[in-house]
């Protein structure tokens, strides 16, 4: 049951609120279905008033998407934590403070929501968000400090910095001139993210102990709007401790892409993906095929 709960749920966020299809509303939502956030004054009610809801919202964001980050279930529960992200490029936003008229900034948030599922129908979503965040960043209500906006070229030349000064150089001071201070650092090769300056700095330190030569080129790279994709290769010597692996002494290779997300002139996040089968296998730990 759990199982089947979350995939309509996962529908309710990509079909509905990213794509803003409102025949899937009439399929997933019960007759009695019910809606609050505390971003808009009323509930709605039923299918036809979530309908009033999705068009006006991508009707003031038509490039709305909710990112879903964790999905929980139990029992005719679940719960969506999100990043629901877009820019007020069309018609008025209806909030609590009133309809607000379309500003052409881009917004970046965080919520949850909390959906009962009954008979295989949506009876209930009950959703918080960060509305102070929302309403700062589209300009309604001041922030404590004006946010910082920078180009794709700008993001690229922060990027540049953290492979040449911060992972072939060393440098870990410069951690906290382009990193922001809630940073995270996601790669499948460990169990939890990197926050923080003082994780990052472990985590360039570990790797330079490891692999003291170790060197980034970067083949190819993008940008838009506040995310770049890099993708590199790196050479080095396995002289120390890496991943609880002994040093061998082997000399590896490896390639992977890392997608950066740059927010208020600082580096926010960094999603890693590498041939992490192939490291391990040049580090003797797996069998390298035959």
Do not use: C
């Not at 360039?204 to 290769?233: M, Y």
Request: cysteine-free; proline content about 6%; charged content about 20%.
């Amino acid at each position: 049951m759990s199982e089947a709960n979350k995939a309509i749920a996962r529908r309710y966020y990509d079909e509905i609120m990213n794509q803003g299809n409102l025949a899937t509303i009439d399929e997933l939502l019960s007759p009695d279905f019910l809606f609050t956030i505390p971003t808009h004054p009323e509930p709605y009610h039923g299918p036809d008033g979530f309908k009033q809801l999705v068009t006006m919202l991508r009707g003031a964001f038509p490039d709305v998407h909710l990112s879903v980050e964790h999905l929980l279930a139990d029992g005719d529960t679940v719960v969506g934590h999100w990043t629901g992200s877009g820019t007020h490029a069309g018609s008025p936003l209806h909030t609590v403070l009133g309809d607000i008229p379309a500003s052409g900034k881009h917004f970046s948030i965080d919520g949850i929501s909390w959906l009962r599922i009954v008979d295989g129908k949506i009876v209930e979503s009950l959703a918080n968000e960060d509305t102070l965040g929302l309403l700062q960043q589209i300009g309604v209500l001041p922030s404590e400090s004006a946010p910082v906006t920078t180009t794709p070229t700008e993001n690229k030349a922060l990027v540049a910095r953290y492979f040449n000064e911060i992972m072939n150089q060393g440098k870990l001071d410069v951690i906290e001139q382009i990193m922001s201070a809630d940073f995270a650092f996601r790669i499948p090769t460990l169990p939890q993210p990197i926050r923080g300056h003082e994780g990052m700095k472990q985590f360039v330190t570990g790797l330079r102990n490891g692999f003291p030569d170790i060197h980034f080129t970067v083949e190819r790279e993008i940008a838009e709007k506040d995310k770049v994709a890099s993708r590199w290769r790196i050479v080095g010597t396995h002289k120390g401790e890496f991943l609880g692996v002994p040093p061998t002494d082997n000399y590896v290779q490896d390639q992977g892409v890392d997608i950066f997300r740059i927010a208020n002139g600082k580096i926010a996040e960094i999603w890693v993906n590498e041939n992490d089968l192939g490291l391990m296998q040049q580090l003797g730990v797996i069998p390298a095929a035959k």
